[in-house]
């Protein structure tokens, strides 16, 4: 088992990691390219900042910009996130339990069989899905039911990729270049359910109660939308 320190990382025990006493250290696992990461305590900013593979998980609340710029494996936080998750996000998935702050899945991207997957399980704040480019973005609000699950401006700016959030309710401040519509049962079967099974599992939590309820996607309008203005994905 290794511990986190002022230092940095001591005690490396091979391709699976346990680190204990975390509280603040920045760019844990960046750039990691496999084998598994356990971290214990509130890691500071930029964990998984450039992760290339492999999985890491938290026992724990993170700070700001989880996952920036994240190419392909695993983020599972079994607790909350701050501002900036995914920032820039060009594959794998990132997993929260909890609650997230503004400005996540900015500029998240998707090319060719690549996309990255963020998916939320309580609520965030504003500007989710800012400028998104690409994957999908699922908020479930798990524990908010009847509330809203998202702050204002949700998917300013997008142009491509997907939102899906479990309410019926309008969102905020939803931008005119925007569509928001119901999810058909083909689309929760074909595209949401294998997704959120494989967040039930890693948080060992019932995947009905992730699903129950309507799911509202929103999309560019592409009548309005920005895409012309950039190449296709």
Known sequence: MAKCTPGGISGYAGEEIALTGCLGQRHIGCAMKDGILHVEGT????????????????????????????????????GSAGDALAYGMRGGRVYVLGDVGYRAGVHMKAYGEHRGVLVVGGRT???????????????????????????????????AGTIYLRTVRTVRNLSDKLVMRSVPASELDQVVRPVVEDFASVFSIPVDRCLEGGFIAIEADESKSYSQLYAAV
């Open 43 to 78: 890691p500071g900013n930029a964990i998984a900042a450039y992760l290339d593979g492999g999985s890491i998980y938290v026992d724990g609340n993170v700070q700001d910009a989880a996952a920036d710029t994240m190419n392909a494996g695993l983020l599972a936080v079994r």
């Open 125 to 159: 704040g504003s500007f989710l899905g800012e400028y998104l480019a690409g994957g999908i973005i699922i908020v479930l609000g798990l524990g908010h039911e009847g509330e809203d699950i998202t702050g204002h401006f949700c998917g300013s700016g997008m142009y």
